[in-house]
């Protein structure tokens, strides 16, 4: 079982910058793929970026450039940080566990731990 915490959300106007961290419970954090998702009002919860235990990396193309996505496994803690911020970004953003034998998809299905969520706004 895997429990997440994400922090690091709030409010900042177009063209600032947050750091999204995840803190994760469990001994064999480093072998899990990890990923950030996120859920404006009204719209479907979508893929931003995800990493495998080798700190492989893939993100959205409305991300890329703009956000990366790191893990500290010592730490147990996953991270997003977030420069270039759009008024679009604006959401709830999610962190998000798969088991060992799966790899850092982009499909929610593949994610079987969640967080609760922290909210980014970016005033325009």
């Known amino acids: 079982q895997v429990q997440l915490v994400e922090s690091g959300g709030g409010l900042v106007q177009a063209g600032g910058s947050l750091r999204l961290s995840c803190a994760a419970s469990g001994r064999t954090f480093s072998r899990y793929p990890m990923g950030w998702f996120r859920q404006a009002p009204g719209k479907e919860r979508e893929f931003v970026a995800s990493i495998s235990w080798i700190s492989t990396t893939y993100y959205a193309d409305s991300v890329k450039g703009r956000f990366t996505i790191s893990r500290d496994n010592a730490a147990n803690t996953v991270y997003l940080q977030m420069n270039s911020l759009k008024p679009e970004d604006t959401a709830v953003y999610y962190c998000?566990?798969?088991?060992?034998?799966?790899?850092?998809?982009?499909?929610?299905?593949?994610?079987?731990?969640w967080g609760q969520g922290t909210q980014v706004t970016v005033s325009s």
């Open positions: 998000a566990a798969a088991p060992p034998s799966r790899t850092a998809g982009r499909a929610k299905y593949e994610y079987d731990y």
